[in-house]
Nanobody
Framework: QVQLVESGGGLVQAGGSLKLSCAAS????????MGWFRQAPGKEREFVAA????????YYADSVKGRFTISRDNAKKMVYLQMDSLKPEDTAVYYC????????????????WGQGTQVTVSS
């Protein structure tokens, strides 16, 4: 089983930055896709960003392109989400996700999810 624990959320003013971290443990991840999702109050959970542990391309929702950066540290089994130029509409609970399939992850069908971390952006 894969276990994921997010951290780094908080309250920030619009235009500010936050860096979220996701610590992964459990089975090996060499072929897994990792990603971030978010869910705002009253809205469905939505895809934010994704990558593969093995490297290659990164993927972003249009709403965060150019502002958010997903990265990983394989040795530490950590995935990060650097969020810059934050906007009030970025306010949400952010979840880390993992799945052997990037396609399934992008559809929100991951086998593993973290508990979420709250990000609040004030105007």
């Amino acid at each position: 089983q894969v276990q994921l624990v997010e951290s780094g959320g908080g309250l920030v003013q619009a235009g500010g930055s936050l860096k979220l971290s996701c610590a992964a443990s459990g089975r090996t991840f060499s072929n897994y896709a990792m990603g971030w999702f978010r869910q705002a109050p009253g809205k469905e959970r939505e895809f934010v960003a994704a990558l593969r542990w093995s490297g290659g391309s990164t993927y972003y929702a249009d709403s965060v392109k150019g502002r958010f950066t997903i990265s990983r540290d394989n040795a530490k089994k950590m995935v990060y989400l650097q969020m810059d130029s934050l906007k009030p509409e970025d306010t949400a609970v952010y979840y880390c996700a993992a799945d052997p399939s990037l396609g399934r992850l992008n559809q929100g069908l991951s086998v593993a999810w973290g508990q979420g971390t709250q990000v609040t952006v004030s105007s």
